[in-house]
């Protein structure tokens, strides 16, 4: 099979490069505006022509090609790598028009590689407004690449681009004779032995082996001992090798910048974004500005979607009764309504809350807002051993901790990034928010003060700030477990802010909303299912003495069958299977005020948070035979204990939100942990403290307010 046209897309963050994969692809890849979306390397198939198709590669942004993190090491292995799979024929350069000379060093280096290369310019318009014009003609014939304005948010310049992208595929071999600087003035001949030894096309490409070949998996060990040989023969020396190829490129970019762009005076670049700035990020109304964002993001997620919601519950509250009165009683009827139809109803129900928090961290992403979040809290982050950077991970962990995860690959020191890992999941992700929605309208009044403060969004937040609290609290303590010398500087560009790209949000909510049904649902579903078949089944010795125990009973007392028919399904689902788990750990979680239903949840909800809310519906449906259509926060609100007192009081209630602020319930989270730490001991390490964090708090909390 032929390997397809390949196109790498590479630049420093934030400069657009998402933006034309979408354009390119069509794809919905998660576009932010902020650096570091992109973490790992993403891949679509573009038409170009009739004749071309070409498989488009959007690698982490990087700002040079020595890499310094994780993220920027993806990016390094695919460019250096000539066995690498994804390798690209063509490398379209995405550098930012108002930052010019800072993105023409990447290009350079690329350019260098001998590879069909494109620059791309961005941001045309931020620059326009920074005064700054640029000549791309004359640039273009400086560079001896082809460049082209583009704006792949509204689209413009893309037909031009693929243009270009034709005849460099019919010219492929049309690659300029000489460098943008000559490797071998400040290294030596000895370069070529390098590329003869290892097949390489440039010099450029040899330096690098030169750097980092005891990390460069295409070399056989043949072929490091000569290399290293040789470097010791030379006296090369790294650092210095590195400070001299800085410094010619950008000796001839200053040269280049000064013939192709003109700028206006610094005085007239009275910039937008900076004046907005001196309020956001001022040290005190910052910060109070900070919390009043998050105030009104959690306030809308009970406000929104209280409406549709209600809808959904009520729509699935009089499909059951209907279904109820439709279908005669036995198994599957049993089935398709306490088992499939409470499943389905479980996950559809939290749709527009999801849809609402995801629209709103695209509204922050997109707008620039939430750049500044993580220079805000700098300072409070380097009180616990962090520093800014791993805002962004934390951060997107109230989405999903398996990306924010994987996101801490641009976190280069070490240290910082273990314990960015161990703490993320304490973040309260999108899977809690069903958990925290029935729990709160169960045992929190829908009050509100003023007419604008509602205090179930009052205490979501607080739910959302007490996760946050309590990374900052076990990151200090790791930060004195955890001993390093490697220091590292919080430095990150500030992009501009700009209005959200409403069709992104939509899009995004969408998708997110998709992703909840497919991947969440799907496991839910299959759950539901099973704990229906545990719920409804037993072993059959006891499932038959209880049968014979109440048909005597029928038989003796016929005026109470109604009675006993009630007391027979709690009976049976106490003896089936999912009733025996339940009672099995019941010792265990009774000082937190649960129940064994609850314990049933507490397991089950280990394949995924969201779970539980599925677990409640089946098990506070099954055996349940009224016609009367009652929503599960009904019939959770109506639960009782053997004693007769309620089982979600607002001890019980706030103990199992604090429990499940802090657990580690999610089987995804720890592989990802896993694959990322490459060792079991960091998840066991993570599963362990939650789980006893989670279980103290809980005791605590139920203890006091019992």
Same mark, same amino acid.
């Given at each position: 099979?032929?390997?397809?046209? &390949?196109?790498?897309?590479?630049?420093?963050?934030?400069?657009?490069?998402?933006?034309?994969?979408?354009?390119?692809?069509?794809?919905?890849?998660?576009?932010?505006?902020? #650096?570091?979306?992109?973490?790992?390397?993403?891949?679509?198939?573009?038409?170009?022509?009739?004749?071309?198709?070409?498989?488009?590669?959007?690698?982490?942004?990087?700002?040079?090609?020595?890499?310094?993190?994780?993220? !920027?090491?993806?990016?390094? !292995?695919?460019?250096?790598?000539?066995?690498?799979?994804?390798?690209?024929?063509?490398?379209?350069?995405?550098?930012?028009?108002?930052?010019?000379?800072?993105?023409?060093?990447? $290009?350079?280096?690329?350019?260098?590689?001998?590879?069909?290369?494109?620059?791309?310019?961005?941001?045309?318009?931020?620059?326009?407004?920074?005064?700054?014009?640029?000549?791309?003609?004359?640039?273009?014939?400086?560079?001896?690449?082809?460049?082209?304005?583009?704006?792949?948010?509204?689209?413009?310049?893309?037909?031009?681009?693929?243009?270009?992208?034709?005849?460099?595929?019919?010219?492929?071999?049309?690659?300029?004779?000489?460098?943008?600087?000559?490797?071998?003035?400040? &290294?030596?001949?000895?370069?070529?032995?390098?590329?003869?030894? $290892?097949?390489?096309?440039s010099d450029y490409s040899a330096l690098h082996v030169?750097?980092?070949?005891?990390?460069?998996? =295409?070399?056989?060990?043949?072929?490091?001992?000569?290399?290293?040989?040789?470097?010791?023969?030379?006296?090369?020396?790294?650092?210095?090798?590195?400070?001299?190829?800085?410094?010619?490129?950008?000796? /001839?970019?200053?040269?280049?910048?000064? /013939? $192709?762009?003109?700028? &206006?005076?610094?005085?007239?670049?009275?910039?937008?974004? !900076?004046?907005?700035?001196?309020t956001l990020l001022h040290p005190i109304w910052g910060?109070?500005?900070?919390?009043?964002?998050?105030?009104?993001?959690?306030?809308?997620?009970?406000?929104? #979607?209280?409406?549709?919601?209600?809808?959904?519950?009520?729509?699935?509250?009089?499909?059951?009764?209907?279904?109820?009165?439709?279908?005669?009683?036995?198994?599957?009827?049993?089935?398709?309504?306490?088992?499939?139809? #409470?499943?389905?109803?479980?996950? #559809?129900?939290?749709?527009?809350?999801?849809?609402?928090?995801?629209? $709103?961290?695209?509204?922050?992403?997109?707008?620039? =807002?939430?750049?500044?979040?993580?220079?805000? &809290?700098?300072?409070?982050?380097?009180?616990?051993g962090l520093n800014g950077r791993s805002v962004m991970p934390l951060i997107s962990g109230m989405a999903c901790a398996v990306p924010a995860i994987m996101a801490t690959r641009t976190i280069q020191n070490r240290k910082e990034r273990l314990i960015t890992i161990l703490v993320t999941p304490l973040m309260s992700c999108s899977a809690r928010l069903p958990v925290y929605t029935i729990l709160i309208a169960l045992v929190i009044p829908n009050h509100s003060a003023l007419g604008i403060f509602n205090l179930q969004g009052l205490v979501l937040m607080a739910l959302y700030l007490l996760g946050f609290f309590m990374a900052l609290i076990v990151s200090k303590v790791m930060n004195m477990i955890i001993k390093t010398k490697e220091r590292t500087y919080f430095l990150m560009e500030l992009p501009v802010y700009r209005a959200p790209r409403w069709k992104n949000v939509g899009i995004t909510m969408i998708e997110k909303a998709k992703v909840f049904v497919s991947d969440a649902g799907k496991v839910i579903m299959v759950i539901s299912l099973l704990l229906w078949a545990l719920a409804t089944f037993g072993p059959p010795s006891s499932m038959r003495s209880l049968e014979a125990k109440y048909a005597t009973l029928n038989q003796q007392y016929p005026e109470r069958q109604k009675e006993f028919k009630k007391i027979y399904a709690t009976e049976k689902l106490e003896h089936s299977f999912a009733g025996m788990m339940g009672h099995a750990i019941e010792p265990a979680i009774k000082p937190l005020g649960f129940d064994w239903k609850i314990g049933i949840a507490l397991i089950t909800s280990f394949a995924a948070r969201e779970v539980f809310v599925g677990t409640m519906a089946t098990l506070y449906s099954v055996g349940d035979d009224t016609v009367v259509a009652t929503t599960l926060r009904d019939k959770m609100r109506a639960a009782r204990r053997p004693d007769g007192t309620a089982v979600y009081t607002l001890a019980t209630g706030l103990s199992l939100l604090i429990f499940y602020v802090f657990a580690m319930q999610c089987m995804s989270t720890m592989a990802v942990v896993r694959r990322e730490t490459r060792s079991w001991k960091y998840p066991l390490i993570q599963f362990t403290y939650m789980l006893g964090i989670a279980y103290t708090c809980s005791f605590i909390v139920y203890q006091l307010l019992k």
């Open positions: 099979m032929q390997r397809p046209y &390949t196109i790498a897309l590479v630049g420093n963050p934030n400069s657009g490069k998402s933006s034309l994969f979408n354009a390119l692809t069509g794809l919905n890849q998660k576009v932010g505006n902020f #650096a570091g979306v992109t973490v790992d390397k993403k891949t679509g198939i573009s038409k170009i022509s009739d004749t071309l198709s070409a498989s488009i590669i959007d690698l982490p942004g990087t700002y040079s090609l020595y890499p310094k993190g994780a993220d !920027e090491q993806v990016t390094y !292995e695919v460019l250096l790598n000539r066995n690498n799979a994804d390798n690209p024929d063509l490398i379209i350069v995405i550098a930012d028009a108002s930052n010019l000379k800072r993105n023409l060093l990447f $290009c350079s280096q690329i350019m260098d590689l001998k590879v069909p290369v494109v620059i791309a310019l961005t941001m045309m318009d931020i620059a326009q407004n920074k005064g700054i014009t640029i000549d791309t003609t004359g640039l273009q014939r400086l560079m001896g690449v082809p460049v082209i304005a583009i704006n792949p948010r509204k689209n413009k310049g893309i037909p031009q681009l693929k243009k270009i992208i034709i005849q460099l595929h019919q010219n492929s071999q049309v690659i300029s004779a000489t460098g943008f600087i000559d490797v071998q003035s400040f &290294t030596g001949t000895w370069l070529e032995d390098i590329k003869e030894l $290892c097949h390489l096309k030169a750097c980092n070949y005891s990390e460069l998996g =295409y070399l056989n060990a043949a072929q490091r001992m000569r290399i290293a040989a040789l470097l010791d023969e030379v006296k090369f020396y790294k650092s210095k090798v590195q400070a001299e190829e800085i410094m010619q490129r950008y000796s /001839k970019i200053g040269t280049i910048i000064q /013939k $192709c762009v003109v700028e &206006t005076s610094p005085l007239k670049r009275s910039v937008y974004s !900076e004046k907005i700035d001196k910060n109070v500005i900070l919390l009043a964002v998050l105030f009104l993001l959690f306030q809308s997620i009970f406000w929104l #979607a209280a409406y549709p919601m209600d809808w959904v519950e009520k729509s699935f509250s009089a499909l059951s009764g209907w279904l109820g009165s439709m279908m005669s009683d036995g198994l599957i009827k049993d089935l398709l309504i306490n088992g499939l139809l #409470a499943g389905i109803s479980g996950i #559809a129900v939290f749709i527009p809350q999801i849809m609402i928090l995801f629209g $709103c961290i695209t509204i922050l992403e997109d707008s620039g =807002y939430m750049a500044r979040i993580s220079f805000l &809290t700098d300072r409070m982050m380097r009180s616990v």
